[in-house]
Nanobody, 124 residues
């Protein structure tokens, strides 16, 4: 069973930056992808960004384009999400996601593994 462990969530003021990291327990995604979803209180989990493990192709939700950047380190089985210009509406639990085959582009149903989440709070 692959385990995903997130870190980096905390409180930040509007306009600030945070970096989230996710470490996978094994390198099982050469043909697949990793990414991030988020879930705000009372709302459904939504797609944020995905990155294909072998091609480095990325997919971003429109609401984070130009503000968030995903990157990966194959040797460390790690993906990092750099979040800039944070807004109060970015407040949510952020979940790392992984898929063995295929890209992560939106649907939660395509995700094979989930992390437990890390809380990001953006407020003044």
């Amino acid at each position: 069973q692959v385990q995903l462990v997130e870190s980096g969530g905390e409180w930040v003021q509007p306009g600030g930056s945070l970096r989230l990291s996710c470490v996978a327990s094994e390198s099982a995604f050469s043909g697949g992808a990793m990414g991030w979803f988020r879930q705000a209180p009372g709302l459904e989990r939504e797609f944020v960004v995905g990155i294909s493990w072998s091609t480095n192709v990325t997919y971003y939700a429109d609401f984070v384009k130009g503000r968030f950047t995903i990157s990966r380190d194959n040797a460390k089985n790690t993906v990092t999400l750099q979040m800039n210009s944070l807004k109060p509406e970015d407040t949510a639990v952020y979940y790392c996601a992984a898929r063995r085959v295929g890209p992560i582009v939106g649907a939660t149903s395509t995700v094979d593994y989930w992390g437990k989440g890390t809380l990001v709070t953006v407020s003044s």
